[in-house]
């Protein structure tokens, strides 16, 4: 069964998406992450024009956030004073971020940029979790990691406390983390989970507890900012795909929840580590490889 | 079904004495496509009378839009964008069909004055240094629209049924861009377009459709609004919904 997209201007088939949001559900559930660095690439790969793919999964990420928030605030599992740090920062990242993307597609180079960060940041992010899921599976010592000592966060100035997280840091990593993290999610249109977790751990030192919903608390408004500017300035959010992305995704999650569950959180790590590599790979294959058609094209808006 | 209805119809209007003088009498089965969220690309049939011996060549025309195309090139490992062109004006949708190949039917020169073939849509830039790699930058051009099923051609594809009447199909994929697109129908005899008509055909995005990219292009601040309102609300349902279970 087919379903024509308003602003994608397409047919698609209902099954294919709902089932493309039902597996980033899956993930969702299973490893508490976003699911946009899969989406993404796969909606751009299904024919969805890539600025269509980037602002729609921008805002069907809204949804997933907030129904994990939900479930981690209910927990108390949320650093408010820290998410909003890392929201003032994002705001100013994510808003530039748009603007970037819009001066890249105009020369362009979007697609290889897209490419380059992807293949960049997921590699990097997901060799790391490699390594630590096994240093942790072959019950290897891990790293000392002591949660509130990292000393560039001390060593700048303008101090803050932040009691829920038990820090006394300078403000401006937070700001710093977030802005940059919102100018990738208005590039890559993923909800920057990815990069998030790890800064908050490693850099900002907080504790593991607080940084799963603290980072949902500020993805929820960087996505909403990113689909709004995306909704002024490229009109490219398509609400039937983002709808239908959504629907399938709820459903996955449910199942991925209850997978994650039964799985032990090493192996469960390195099952994502291997996924996020290999959609690196894959990326990184388009970039090096010579392409099937050296031309592409596009319409020309002005 | 349709066809025989279409026949009869034909049969019936063309046998009007007044309309004996045309050259060439031709309508379509549809004036109106209308893209709702069932749409899937869709067909048109096209029947007409030719007074006269002399081949048929259909051209259906979507509306202009402006291209660029881009060529990549392998830079220190990684292929990147390096050169482009830009067309200006050019059809989004062109469908030739025809009782003969083109080749057979006129020639080139003629072809080029009345825009028939997808040879004669792209206009060369002025820049020199550019002129010279026009053809491979038009071929990705065409390969591209082909590929997209927006551009298609069709010899040997206007059937005759007895000896004046003619029919034809022409396939809209679910692509297309809405707008006005018009068909042509010539009758050209000895190398001359002894007679040529046209029809208009809208395409227009109809129901939830229609609604959603006007919203989307009218009020785009509403729009982003509804959207983030909209997963927003999805996503405490799901987690209200769920939550309990986890």
């Known amino acids: 069964m087919n379903v024509y997209l308003p602003i994608a201007e397409m047919s698609v088939n209902i099954f294919l998406i709902l089932g493309l949001g039902g597996v980033t559900g899956v ?18 790969f299904i024919g969805v024009p890539p600025s269509v793919s980037v602002a729609t999964v921008a805002n069907q990420i809204i949804a997933s956030s907030v129904s994990g928030f939900v479930a981690h605030w209910r927990r108390e599992n949320v650093d408010f004073k820290m998410g909003w740090y890392l929201l003032g920062g994002g705001m100013v990242g994510s808003s530039l971020g748009v603007l970037l993307f819009r001066w890249l597609k105009q020369l362009g ?166 996924l996020v590599l290999g959609v690196a790979i894959k990326l990184a294959f388009g970039l090096f490889t010579t392409p099937d058609d050296v031309f592409s094209v596009s319409i020309l808006d002005d | 079904m349709i066809r025989w209805l279409a026949v009869l119809w034909l049969v019936t209007f063309f046998s009007a004495p007044a309309l004996a003088a045309m050259p060439v009498v031709a309508d379509v089965s549809n004036y109106h496509i209308e893209i709702d969220s ?11 009378a030719r007074n006269g011996n ?50 057979d039917i006129m020639q080139t020169g003629l072809f080029e004055r009345l825009g028939i073939g997808q040879k004669t849509l792209l206009q060369p830039p002025p820049n020199i240094r550019l002129k010279n790699s026009f053809e491979e930058f038009e071929s990705a051009y065409l390969r591209f629209q082909k590929g997209q099923k927006l551009y298609s051609s069709a010899p040997e594809q206007v059937n005759f049924m007895a000896q004046t009447l ?13 707008g006005t697109y018009t068909a042509e129908i010539y009758l050209v005899s000895d190398g001359e377009v002894v007679g040529m008509q046209s029809t208009p055909i809208s395409v227009v995005k109809g129901g939830l459709d229609a609604v959603l990219f ?15 309102f909209l997963a927003l609300f999805a996503g405490w349902g799901a987690g209200r919904l769920f939550g309990k279970y986890n």
């Open chain 1, 109 to 274: 180079t979007i697609d290889v940029v897209i490419s380059v960060v992807y293949v960049t940041f997921l590699g990097v992010i997901g060799s790391m979790m490699a390594a630590e899921a096994a240093r942790s599976i072959m019950k290897m010592p891990k790293k000392a990691h002591v949660a509130g000592k990292v000393p560039l966060a001390q060593r700048l100035p303008c101090k803050v406390e932040f009691p829920k997280s038990k820090l006394h840091i300078s403000a401006i990593m937070p700001i710093a983390i977030g802005m940059f993290v919102g100018l990738m999610v208005s590039i890559m249109g993923i909800g920057g989970g990815f990069f998030l977790i790890p800064a908050m751990i490693y850099l900002l030192g907080m504790p593991t507890s607080v940084v799963i919903g603290t980072s949902l608390f500020q993805i929820i408004f960087i996505t909403a900012n990113v689909t709004m500017w995306q909704a002024i300035t490229t009109q490219t959010v398509d609400i039937l795909l983002a709808a239908l992305l959504l629907s399938g995704s709820v459903i996955g999650a449910q199942f991925g929840t209850r997978i994650g569950s039964k799985l032990p959180a090493d192996y469960l790590r390195m099952l994502l580590a291997v």
């Open chain 2, 214 to 228: 006007q919203f989307a292009h009218q009020y785009p601040a509403m729009y982003g609004i509804t959207a983030i």
């Open chain 1, 27 to 44: 993930l969702s559930g299973m490893f508490g992450v976003g699911g946009g660095f899969l989406l993404t690439p796969l909606l751009i």
């Open chain 2, 54 to 103: 002399g081949d048929i060549v259909v051209i259906v025309r979507g509306p202009n839009q402006n291209y660029i195309v881009r060529k990549k090139e392998s830079m220190a490992g990684i292929w990147l964008n390096r050169s482009r062109m830009k067309f200006y004006n050019v059809p989004s949708f062109y469908a030739v069909a025809s009782s003969k190949p083109l080749e």
């Open chain 2, 38 to 48: 069932r749409f899937n690309g869709t067909r048109i049939f096209l029947f007409g």
């Open chain 2, 166 to 178: 003619f029919k034809t199909v022409i396939e809209f994929p679910d692509n297309i861009p809405p």
